[in-house]
């Protein structure tokens, strides 16, 4: 919790991305499961990848993007444990996003619905800021030291 001399570990900065964004699909499905899984007959990959079942026009639509910004709320309580410093959340953040864009061209092309847009970068910056905020409130928290003084007495 101490970052004095913090050395550079690619390693792990690899192994937080892919834990964040393991962590970000599994709760997505959770999401997508209690959502939308009750309303359709079968749940696939559509929902988690192709930007067409993000709409504003269908109730299933709707319960998508609610599982998609439920995720990105959850992704910044992640952020706390795995990241733990509050300027390095928006990078993180946006790292996951970008992989997600990557993942959904190669599955179902190019996005160009906007809400698809809209819903990702509220998802990002939702994830950024509620990240940087709880790293910030658990770094300005005060050290306890209750401990120390009872002892000399």
Same mark, same amino acid.
């Given at each position: 919790?101490?970052? #004095?001399? +913090?050395?550079? &570990?690619?390693?792990?900065? +690899?192994?937080?991305?892919?834990?964040?964004?393991?962590?970000?699909?599994? =709760? %997505?499905?959770? *999401? !997508?499961?209690?959502?939308? #899984?009750?309303?359709?007959?079968?749940?696939?990959?559509?929902?988690?990848? &192709?930007?067409?079942?993000?709409? =504003?026009?269908? +109730?299933? /639509?709707?319960?998508?993007?609610?599982? *998609? !910004?439920?995720?990105?709320?959850?992704?910044? /309580?992640?952020?706390?444990?795995?990241?733990?410093?509050?300027?390095?959340? %928006?990078?993180?953040?946006?790292? !996951? $996003? @970008? @992989?997600?864009?990557? @993942?959904?061209?190669? $599955? #179902?092309?190019?996005?160009?619905?906007?809400?698809?847009?809209?819903?990702? #970068?509220? /998802?990002?910056?939702?994830?950024? !800021?509620? /990240?940087?905020?709880?790293?910030?409130?658990?770094?300005?928290?005060?050290?306890? @030291?209750?401990?120390?003084?009872?002892?000399?007495?």
């Amino acid at each position: 919790m101490f970052y #004095g001399a +913090v050395v550079w &570990d690619p390693w792990l900065i +690899v192994a937080q991305i892919v834990c964040l964004q393991c962590l970000y699909y599994l =709760t %997505l499905g959770v *999401f !997508l499961s209690f959502l939308v #899984g009750i309303r359709v007959s079968r749940m696939s990959l559509v929902y988690f990848f &192709d930007f067409a079942s993000v709409t =504003t026009s269908t +109730v299933t /639509g709707w319960c998508v993007i609610a599982s *998609f !910004l439920l995720s990105s709320i959850a992704g910044a /309580g992640y952020m706390l444990y795995l990241i733990e410093r509050a300027k390095k959340c %928006l990078d993180f953040s946006a790292t !996951l $996003y @970008i @992989i997600h864009l990557f @993942i959904c061209i190669i $599955y #179902g092309g190019w996005p160009s619905s906007i809400t698809w847009w809209v819903v990702n #970068g509220t /998802g990002v910056a939702v994830m950024a !800021l509620l /990240g940087e905020y709880l790293c910030i409130r658990r770094e300005l928290r005060e050290i306890p @030291i209750t401990r120390y003084r009872s002892s000399k007495k």
